[in-house]
């Protein structure tokens, strides 16, 4: 199980930090991804890092404002977001396919098969005035 947190309003260049801490399964042996999803449009992937040798991707949307980690000791990954924008408005949620590495797409526009990750619930981040 996947559980996000972290979620909140905040002004437009803030910051915030999202957790995704998994429960019945060791978070570092998977691949794990960050996606959002905004009101009338498609789930597009965020970030990932991957369990083999937790290398990271980035949407270019998020590159150099968005960072991914991960703390095996609290089996907890993290999504901090800087200089936050209104078009960041969107439901996050974290998710795995369950391989080894993440897949390349990250790196570019990813629109993920549902059915392909195990999700969590999501967490809304609102960026506004």
């Known amino acids: 199980q996947l559980v996000e947190s972290g979620g909140g309003l905040v002004q437009p260049g803030g910051s915030l930090r999202l957790s995704c801490a998994a429960s019945g399964f060791t978070l570092d042996d998977y691949p794990i991804g960050w996606f959002r999803q905004a009101p009338g449009k498609e789930r597009e992937g965020v970030s990932c890092i991957s369990g083999s040798d937790d290398s990271t991707y980035y949407a270019d949307s998020v590159k150099g404002r968005f960072t991914i980690s991960r703390d095996n000791a609290k089996n907890t990954v993290y999504l901090q977001m800087n200089s936050l924008k209104p078009a960041d408005t969107a439901v996050y949620y974290c998710?795995?396919?369950?391989?080894?590495?993440?897949?390349?797409?990250?790196?570019?526009?990813?629109?993920?098969?549902?059915?392909?990750?195990?999700w969590g619930q999501g967490t809304q981040v609102t960026v506004s005035s």
């Open positions: 998710g795995t396919d369950g391989t080894e590495n993440c897949r390349t797409e990250f790196s570019g526009t990813y629109y993920p098969r549902y059915e392909d990750y195990a």
